[in-house]
């Protein structure tokens, strides 16, 4: 498949075929409902993606309706920010819209002597966003590529400013591309950077934003403007734009099907990584939430922000990596 020579995210072949072409998103039916237990308290700390705030909220509502007494706290500043509060143990799971990377992962190994454990929570489909009264019919990732960045490593042959170079005409013909994205600390930018500017440098242009939602505000309210974020933002003033993995191919919509079947070539999974010692059992509070992650609930909450459920197959991995034996 196109997505997964695409992906740097580590995005399997199993994850992408497992799921079945949907019209419409639904829940796995073989996930299991979620059923409290005795003996679950405590606080639980999330650091890390800004992209995941608010599921990561809908997990700890829906968990503290089985344990009311669970004190939640979230801080989302971004991706990176998740690896040093694991390292430091001020974190009890770190949000991630990328995976880790190398030197990411041997800091952790260094401290504890074991690698941290990625659990492949939802997929997102990395949208680019335009106001929704551009008519741009859809977009390649060469052509994404010379509108953010500087180097055009994906293969354009000219850098593109201004809207008429993608064929519009009349009032758009000379309007100039008015660039938002993420900053550095943001899963997100780096993602972007890596599969649709080919690890090349964004333009100084680019409006950096701390926020997801600050991106597709920003492109809501400048008619020129063109932005990423996740898909779970969108909003009724913006605009998906469809896209192609190469010049050429048939432009993909923003669907769900098509992060399944792997043909948008912006599709991701967004991770909560968490310090499991190999052998070890999780304590309750962990384990609990993280089975209420894999349950019906709550990918039913992943669906209720917007972005898209897991199969039970990938469920399953996710709980045993930690030690959980799955019931389904």
Known sequence: MRLVSKLASGLSVMALTAAPVLAEVSIDENLPTYTPTQGVSGSIKSVGSDTMNNVMALWLEGFRVFYPNVQPEIEGKGSSTAPPALIAGTSTFGPMSRAMKSKEIDS?????????????????????????????????????????????????PAEITTWGQLGLTGNWSDKPISLYGR?????????????????????????EQAGSSAVVQGVASDMGAIGYSGIGYMTADVRAVPLAAEEGDEFVPAAAEYAYTGDYPLARFLYVYVNAKPGAELDPLRREFIKYIFSKQGQEAVVKDGYFPVTAEVARESLEAVGITPDF
């Open 108 to 156: 952790f190994e260094a401290k504890f002597g074991y690698k941290p454990t990625p659990l492949s929570t939802a997929i997102d489909m990395l949208a680019v966003y335009v106001n929704k009264d551009n008519p741009i019919e859809g977009l390649s990732l060469p052509q994404v590529d010379a509108i953010f960045s500087k180097n055009r490593k994906l293969g354009a």
């Open 183 to 207: 900053n550095a600390a943001s899963g997100t930018y780096g993602y972007f950077k890596s599969v649709s500017l080919g690890k090349g440098d964004y333009k100084d242009s680019v409006k």
